[in-house]
């Protein structure tokens, strides 16, 4: 069998995950590569003709997509050529980047297998024609696409018959820190959404906030929840940091994942791979994957958000257990490490 040379595309390398995943390839002894999409060149003027080409459009077709992809074609072709991959993953998209016609000419001229690991069509949930250009141009290129949400997979494999599984997130292995001072009662990390506004006012006197696009909505916020934001996204390092220093990790799904009755987003295994106790909002596919009130707690509502904040923090022997136990879970079946291994496998099938 031919070996696999993988080359890792990235789509949204704001957010760590793809440069970790692809170090989880390399400790299981993969060939691989990573490749950041906003590194490559740019098309030239690319600015100016977006800018005409947007315009142009809404005066011809206002309920199109518009679609302009930002890198320079013809330079990536001859990379993709100097690399010569067996597999490509892209995660989460190509399309802002690159024309999906130019990845299945890829595919078929260099003869690549080509996988998705989708990690943001909940985000576009809100966007209909952009939604829309991405289920029917882009996905249809890929051999095989892998969704974190079991509802995303249904979606994609029933409604729009293409070939799908659900792969949930991962994290990295940490190691845990022997004596922390958990000085946080509760943190929240994420950007402002109104859903979040809301059931955070009714903890706004014990947790600390993380994120972007909060200070924008200060207007619907009361002054209290304003002094505990720091409004500016974290990742990596000063992440875990904040993650060892709380006593309850917050987790709370944003309205559209929410309304499409999904839950299992990468902050679920960061702060399990942290060894935090995680209290998170409900939904099956999450209870699922972990055992509620042994690994993880759940909340189904503002009142009993409140309710159990206010019961594990003073109970805190209970409150370590479960957080022992999540972490264990996570050790088994969550790391990276293990998402590289499963996908090594689909990749050779």
Not at 35 to 62: C, H, P, Q, V, W
Not at 88 to 100: A, D, E, N, S
Not at 161 to 178: D, Q
Request: hydrophobic share 40%; glycine share 4%; net charge positive.
């Amino acid at each position: 069998m031919k070996m696999t040379k993988l080359l890792v595309l990235d789509g949204i390398s704001g957010v760590p995950l793809g440069m970790e995943l692809c170090e989880a390839f390399k400790d299981i002894g993969t060939t691989v590569t990573y490749a950041d999409l906003r590194k490559f060149e740019a098309k030239m003027f690319y600015g100016i003709k977006s800018a005409f080409r947007k315009s142009m459009n809404r005066r011809e077709n206002t309920d199109s997509f518009y679609h302009l992809p930002k890198l320079n074609e013809a330079k990536f072709e001859t990379y993709i050529k100097q690399e010569a991959p067996t597999v490509i993953l892209v995660i989460g998209f190509v399309y802002k980047y690159l024309t999906p016609q130019l990845l299945k000419k890829i595919k078929q001229q260099y003869n690549v297998r080509l996988f998705l690991y989708d990690t943001d069509s909940c985000n576009l949930y809100s966007k209909r024609r952009e939604f829309v250009f991405f289920i029917e141009t882009e996905l249809p290129v890929y051999d095989e696409i892998f969704s974190f949400s079991k509802i995303t997979t249904r979606f994609f494999k029933d409604t729009r018959k293409l070939n799908a599984s659900f792969l949930p997130f991962g994290a990295k292995k940490l190691e845990l820190p022997a004596n922390v001072s958990q000085h946080i009662d509760v943190l929240f990390i994420g950007s402002c959404d109104l859903r979040r506004v809301f059931l955070l006012e009714n903890i706004r006197s014990k947790v600390t906030v993380y994120g972007d696009r909060w200070s924008r909505n200060y207007p619907l916020m009361s002054d209290e929840l304003k002094s505990r934001v720091t409004d500016y996204s974290v990742w990596g390092g000063q992440l875990y940091q904040l993650l060892f220093a709380s006593k309850i990790v917050l987790n709370i799904t944003r309205s559209h994942f929410y309304g499409a009755e999904t839950g299992v987003n990468l902050r679920i295994f960061e702060a399990l791979a942290a060894g935090s106790f995680l209290l998170t909002d409900y939904c099956e596919e999450l209870a699922e994957l972990f055992v509620v009130g042994e690994e993880i707690e759940v909340f189904r509502s503002s009142g009993e958000l409140v309710e159990k904040v206010e019961y594990y923090l003073a109970n805190p022997e209970k409150r370590l257990e479960i957080a022992r136990r999540g972490h264990q879970k996570f050790l088994q079946l969550h790391t990276w490490n293990a998402k590289a291994s499963c996908l090594i496998e689909k990749f050779k099938s």
